[in-house]
Nanobody
Framework: QVQLAESGGGLVQPGGSLRLSCVASGFIFSTYAMKWYRQAPGNERELVAAISSTGGITNYADSVKGRFTISRDNAKDTVHLQMNSLKPEDTAVYYC???????????WGQGTQVTVSS
């Protein structure tokens, strides 16, 4: 059974930091690109950060470059999103996504809420 379990969300003040984690199970994690998306109320889901299966390539949305860092540990089937200098506009539900373009595997977690507010 495929599962992506996110954790680490919460309430933080502007300028603060959070570290999101996503633990995968039920598929070969090391063969999947991993991504973090977010969706704020009334907005479409947007791609925040992505990392290749080996971790050698990362990409970020312009809005988070220099503040967020995506990383993965293939030995632990885990992907992280370190979020620094958080802004109120970062408030959203953050989703973990696993994608394998060859096998067309595409899996989603349930999401974790991040709220940035004073």
């Amino acid at each position: 059974q495929v599962q992506l379990a996110e954790s680490g969300g919460g309430l933080v003040q502007p300028g603060g930091s959070l570290r999101l984690s996503c633990v995968a199970s039920g598929f070969i994690f090391s063969t999947y690109a991993m991504k973090w998306y977010r969706q704020a109320p009334g907005n479409e889901r947007e791609l925040v950060a992505a990392i290749s299966s080996t971790g050698g390539i990362t990409n970020y949305a312009d809005s988070v470059k220099g503040r967020f860092t995506i990383s993965r540990d293939n030995a632990k089937d885990t992907v992280h999103l370190q979020m620094n200098s958080l802004k109120p506009e970062d408030t959203a539900v953050y989703y973990c996504n696993a994608q394998n373009y060859q096998t067309k595997g595409d899996y989603w977690g349930q999401g974790t809420q991040v709220t940035v507010s004073s």
